[in-house]
């Protein structure tokens, strides 16, 4: 018997970013990053992050759209999964995803109720060229109203 499962939590490093396929499915894509915190053997607390590509599908990729955003906090379930492919420079480079399965909004009602603002996530090391992107997309969502808990349909 084989399993290939992945539990995660963690914050969002960059807002959801909605698009559909050419036969009509939508599909999300965001970071995660999670924290490995211990004590050294000199007593000295390490701290080590870990990133994540999230990848959701169908009705869970516009539901992860509409109420996630940069700094959210939430679980994850899913699946790993690699994918490859040859960049234009002819070299063949690897990816690998979680595919989500599931996902569950963990920041707390209070939070939002008595104004104390979402701690930002760890910035994810560079990637290519999206980062005139996303400082568009974080000023748009510093100015959008915060979604409560009663008001989410599921």
């Not at 894509?29 to 007593?43: Q, R």
């Not at 699946?79 to 490859?84: G, K, S």
């Not at 760890?122 to 979604?147: C, F, H, R």
């Amino acid at each position: 018997m084989d399993l290939n499962k992945v539990m995660l939590i963690g914050r969002l490093t960059r807002d959801p970013e909605l698009r559909t396929t050419p036969n009509g499915q939508s599909v999300t894509s965001f970071g995660l990053a999670t924290n490995l915190v211990w004590v050294d053997k000199d007593g000295q607390k390490q701290e080590k992050v870990e990133f994540h590509n999230i990848v959701a599908w169908r009705k869970l990729a516009e539901i992860c759209s509409q109420y996630l955003h940069r700094g959210s906090r939430c679980y994850i379930e899913g699946r790993l999964q690699t994918r490859d492919w040859t960049g234009q420079d002819g070299v063949k480079r690897y990816r690998t995803e979680v595919i989500a399965d599931n996902m569950i909004i963990l920041d707390s009602q209070r939070s939002g109720q008595t104004g104390q603002p979402t701690p930002p996530p760890p910035t994810p090391p560079a990637e290519s060229t999206d980062s005139a992107n996303n400082s568009s997309a974080n000023k748009n969502a510093e100015t959008e109203e915060e979604v409560k808990v009663e008001d989410i349909p599921f």
